[in-house]
Nanobody
Framework: QVYLVESGGGLVQAGGSLRLSCAAS????????MGWFRQAPGKEREFVAA????????LYSDSVKGRFTISRDNARNTVYLQMNSLKPEDTAVYYC??????????????????WGQGTQVTVSP
């Protein structure tokens, strides 16, 4: 079992920045690829970013590429999502997720095994 707890969400004006954190416990953190997803009211959960267990390979959705950066610190069992140039359409509950090491990073939510409870991000116009 992997336990994930997100933090860092909040209210920010458009153009601002936030950094989300996801602290992991349980099984060895470095054994897992990590992803960030988000879900806005009335919409399906969508992929945001993912990072390999080594931290050397990343994957982003087109909607956040160039604005968001995913990173991880295996010594601290934590994955981060730095969000810059935020837009009102980034408003959502953000979730981190973990999947055991795979040959290729996946943007498919159904392939992740463990999920956090989520943290709300609200971007005002």
């Amino acid at each position: 079992q992997v336990y994930l707890v997100e933090s860092g969400g909040g209210l920010v004006q458009a153009g601002g920045s936030l950094r989300l954190s996801c602290a992991a416990s349980g099984r060895p953190f470095s054994s897992y690829e990590m992803g960030w997803f988000r879900q806005a009211p009335g919409k399906e959960r969508e992929f945001v970013a993912a990072i390999s267990w080594t931290g050397t390979i990343t994957l982003y959705s087109d909607s956040v590429k160039g604005r968001f950066t995913i990173s991880r610190d295996n010594a601290r069992n934590t994955v981060y999502l730095q969000m810059n140039s935020l837009k009102p359409e980034d408003t959502a509950v953000y979730y981190c997720a973990a999947v055991f090491r795979r040959p290729v990073l996946t943007p498919v939510s159904g392939e992740y095994d463990y999920w956090g409870q989520g943290t709300q991000v609200t971007v005002s116009p």
